[in-house]
């Protein structure tokens, strides 16, 4: 087994570690969310890579986002009926008898 004659100085030591140097990591911003993401990493808070949908966290994003978008226009004679089936709903509850109100007295 190989062991050194003589302990390495401290001033040979210090030129050997000269380059041990901390670099600062490279950041893009996501284009999905603009949050600040490490290169070639997936967004934590999106959870997109390259604009795609990769973890669950973008997945329910989506959904969500689905639920909320408006339905399609429908035609003139579609939204007449639906219309015409709300009067309709309603006069049945008009023609329905009142319930009677009791009085607090009269239950005593």
Partial sequence: MAVPKKRTGHSAQGHRRSNWKATKPET???PNCGATVLTHTVCTACGTY???PVSIKDRVEEAVKEEKKPAKKST???EETK???VKTETEEVKEEA???ETSETEEK
């Fill in 83 to 85: 219309v015409e089936e």
């Fill in 76 to 78: 003139k004679k579609a």
């Fill in 50 to 52: 390259k604009g795609k």
């Fill in 98 to 100: 009142p319930v009677e």
């Fill in 28 to 30: 893009t911003k996501c």
